[in-house]
């Protein structure tokens, strides 16, 4: 119902930037949370920032200060900068939103499917 196209990823120096973008797409949905999230080869998925539909912020220890999340509700679209990026930075990272579909009760979580970022020299 609900489908997550991701872009920007890819290879980049480090200290170099890379924009995410994640558009939505779909029919009668509405989203109240997009955020990305990332995942290491041999970690856990970890949160990397929240942005809410009233524009609240939500963003890991890790990367406050390089990354920055926005959204743009007309066109259902998060993006992420990341600017000074590191090696540990490099992750698949998702694109997550939680959506409801025809104005039914529940929300549900639609996941991206994952853009590699690799930061290395």
């Known amino acids: 119902q609900v489908q997550l196209v991701e872009s920007g990823g890819g290879l980049v120096q480090p200290g170099g930037s890379l924009k995410l973008s994640c558009a939505a797409s779909?029919?009668?949905?509405?989203?109240?949370?997009m955020g990305w999230y990332r995942q290491a080869p041999e970690q856990q998925r970890e949160l990397v920032a929240l942005i809410r539909s009233g524009g609240s912020i939500t963003i890991a220890d890790s990367v406050k200060g390089r990354f920055t999340i926005s959204r743009d509700n007309d066109k259902n679209t998060v993006y992420l900068q990341m600017n000074s990026l590191k090696p540990e930075d490099t992750a698949v990272y998702y694109c997550?939103?939680?959506?409801?579909?025809?104005?039914?009760?529940?929300?549900?979580?639609?996941w991206g499917q994952g853009t590699q970022v690799t930061v290395s020299s």
């Open positions: 997550k939103a939680v959506a409801q579909i025809a104005n039914t009760s529940p929300f549900f979580n639609y």
């Open positions: 779909g029919n009668s949905f509405s989203i109240s949370v």
